[in-house]
């Protein structure tokens, strides 16, 4: 079982992430870490999101005793990444590609304590209704697509769009906590992680 007491930090600035940790009991603390975001050339979205979930852990000084969580969100349709949109007109065109298809949400979370490391990956199926120009329009005003991987967030007003979500549904929102807690449990018991 996971052990509260151990220091647990966050390589992440997302409200998102904090508020699922928060919410399944786990403290923790920020201490967020930037890492460069561009896919590499031939990288799977597994690949992709397990590579930054670990360069974020890495990239956070460890005191010790202290454990590190690293994850990266990425939604994929047909085979393309679809990160965060630079520009309205990107974000536009995103929700357009996802509007009444089902996409992929995967994340790729990663814990490292005492030289150890250990990493995993969840896929979600989303599916969106037909958006119509303006609720699309709409939607990219309201300035939510901005940050957010694929354009949107199924926490907030594009909840509306969603059909279905097959899978985690807090991985769709950017941490699927229990992938997070079975990577602490994983953890040997003179780490304080597994009981």
Known sequence: MYHPAVPLILASASPRRADL???????????????????RPGESPGEYVVRLALEKARAVRLEPGEVVLGADTTVVHAD??????????????ML???SGRTHEVWTGVAVRADGREASAVAVSRVRFA???????AWYVASG???????????????????ESVE??????????????YALLRRFPAESGLAG
Do not use: M, W
């Open 21 to 39: 940790l928060a919410a399944a009991g786990i403290a923790f603390t920020v201490r967020a870490a930037a890492v460069d975001e561009t896919p």
């Open 80 to 93: 393309r990444i679809l990160g965060k949109p630079a520009t309205a007109a990107e974000a536009r065109t």
């Open 96 to 98: 357009a590609a996802l």
């Open 130 to 136: 037909p958006l119509s120009a303006e609720e699309i």
């Open 144 to 162: 939510e697509p901005e940050g957010k991987a694929g354009a949107y967030a199924i926490q907030g007003l594009a909840s509306r769009f969603v």
């Open 167 to 180: 899978g985690s549904c807090s991985n769709v929102v950017g941490l699927p906590v229990h992938l997070v």
